[in-house]
């Protein structure tokens, strides 16, 4: 038998390569899809969380809310919100280098391209839909749900379900997907480091400020404009607490979401043969670990007992911080913002009723807003090296100003900033509008009564718990305390 010639080896050579390249985009393909489907069973642990934390009268809106902002975040990503987002990305380097989505809406300043938001990808027709488009539609799609998802919990026992389901097609269409293209789909605030100089651009590697600040910042507007629950303030301003009805809800709620967030964070390597994906998850688990044991050091400390409520928000405040660091830090400093972040949900849950007067039903405002932020702002100060070579068009790996960067703490703050303004503004200006068409918040009456039988047709706990008290607001004749407005007049068994 002859041996093969040079053109012949050559030949297997490049066949063995293609397959090689086939089988490994095969399996980056595969962990996208599994990460996802952990971020999407995400919307269960919120809807348990926000439930348990929100009063009995209205179990059936709250969980209502949970339920159906998935659907509506779906088909408002489908239709405009993919585009806008991922629509001039380029060539996705770890899907095959899939250059679909290749067009994107920018403006010259200087001789310098800024990113505005993309232009490919609406309804994901025939053209667009690759296997490569599709499995990066799924995984945004799921981290835009966690988004929309946010506000619901701070505006919860109050807000009108019609002007939930308007509002939150524009999250899903306007106000996410715009913020995410400057970070993660080529726009402007990606390019602050080769375009400026401010070390790798603004980085979040898993969401902290594109999903939890941006939730956050929604969810400070939406509570502020709907104001407080009927009873939350007395006539001297101060605070009366207004207890959830279910601490088993909020637990399993809590650890669902702990779960579901190795999705997340580990997902967001967006290959699964990248072999950082370990120390992602671990860092993602030492920093939850650290949230919940110091809010329970500093709670047992201020208030004299340890909060479970308190203590569960500790954790996902950990979370939300390592979000955007996970791939970027040692243990150690995933422990250190971890437990800062568990200090800070809970003094920023206490100055967002007491300093601010705004209700949060579940704290959202502290857990998501503020610990966004010190998640990003921790990305550029404990990055230490290790990992990042070449993101966003930047030689080198990325360092925080504790590793000798500080144009890289300049870049996070100028996302912050860039945030807080566009979001702050949009929500804003969609619930003002939505306010005039159809009303934000329910009456008096259907928030005194519960929300479930006005708005939803039907109890959450009918079956078990019977009728339902009417109640009055605290601080009127004949009220009951506000712990107690609501509860069913029978405990169910």
């Known amino acids: 038998m002859a041996d093969p010639t040079l053109a012949e080896l050559t030949r297997q050579l490049a066949d063995t390569q293609h397959a090689l390249a086939h089988t490994q985009t095969a399996l980056n393909l595969v962990w996208i899809l599994i ?4 971020v999407m069973f995400m919307q269960a642990g919120f809807a348990l969380l926000e439930t348990g934390l929100t009063r009995a ?3 059936a809106h709250t969980m209502g809310m949970n339920y159906l902002v998935y659907a509506i975040g779906i088909l408002g990503f489908w239709s405009v919100g993919f585009a806008f987002q991922m629509g001039g990305v380029g060539a996705l380097a770890t899907l095959g280098g899939d250059a679909t989505l290749s067009r994107e809406l920018a403006v010259t300043i200087d001789g310098k391209e800024l990113g505005l938001l993309g232009l490919k990808g609406f309804f994901l027709t025939p053209e667009c839909f690759t296997p490569a488009v599709a499995a990066m539609f799924l995984f945004q799609m799921a981290f835009m749900d966690t988004t929309a998802t946010i506000p619901t919990g701070a505006m919860a026992e109050r807000w009108k379900f019609t002007s939930f389901v308007l509002f939150s097609f524009v999250i899903s269409t306007v ?18 480091g080769r375009h400026f100089g401010l070390g790798h651009g603004h980085v979040d590697f898993a969401g902290s400020s594109v999903v939890h600040l941006t939730g956050g910042t929604v969810a400070l507007v939406g509570a502020r404009m709907l104001g407080p629950r009927l009873g939350k303030f007395g006539p001297d301003g101060s605070v009366r607490p207004i207890p959830g009805h279910s601490i088993p ?5 809590t650890f669902i979401l702990a779960f579901g967030w190795f999705g997340f964070n580990a997902g967001s390597t967006l290959a699964g043969t990248d072999v950082r994906i370990s120390i992602v998850a671990t860092n993602t688990m030492l920093a939850s670990a650290a949230g919940a044991f110091s809010s329970y050091l500093y709670v047992s400390r201020r208030f004299g007992k340890p909060d479970v409520t308190m203590l569960c928000n500790g954790m996902l405040a950990g979370l939300v911080a390592i979000t955007a660091s996970c791939a970027f830090v040692a243990a150690p400093a995933a422990i250190a913002i971890g437990a800062i972040a568990g200090v800070l949900v809970v003094w920023g849950a206490v100055f967002v009723e007491t300093r601010l007067k705004i209700d949060d039903p579940v704290g959202a405002i502290a857990v998501h807003g503020m610990n966004g932020t010190w998640g990003v702002l921790a990305l550029g100060l404990f990055a230490d090296g290790t990992y990042g ?17 500080a144009r890289q703490l300049a870049a996070q703050c100028v996302g912050l900033a860039a945030n807080v303004l566009y979001v702050g503004a949009v929500a804003t200006a969609a619930l003002r509008t939505i306010d005039k068409l159809v009303g934000n918040r329910v009456s008096e009456e259907v928030e005194l009564t519960g929300l479930d039988e006005p708005e939803m047709g039907m109890e959450g706990y009918a079956a078990a718990a019977g009728p339902y008290r009417p109640a009055e607001p605290a601080g009127l004749p004949g009220a009951e305390p506000p712990d107690l407005v609501g509860v069913p007049a029978e405990t169910p068994p």
């Open 175 to 192: 106000i996410y997907p715009v913020y995410a293209n400057w970070v993660w789909g080529g726009g402007w605030l990606s390019a602050l």
């Open 389 to 405: 070579h070449g993101l966003n068009g930047v030689a080198g790996p990325v360092r925080g100003l504790l590793y000798g960067d």
């Open 249 to 253: 809800l909020l637990v399993t709620g």
């Open 35 to 38: 990460a996802a489907f952990l």
């Open 57 to 59: 009268k209205n179990v």
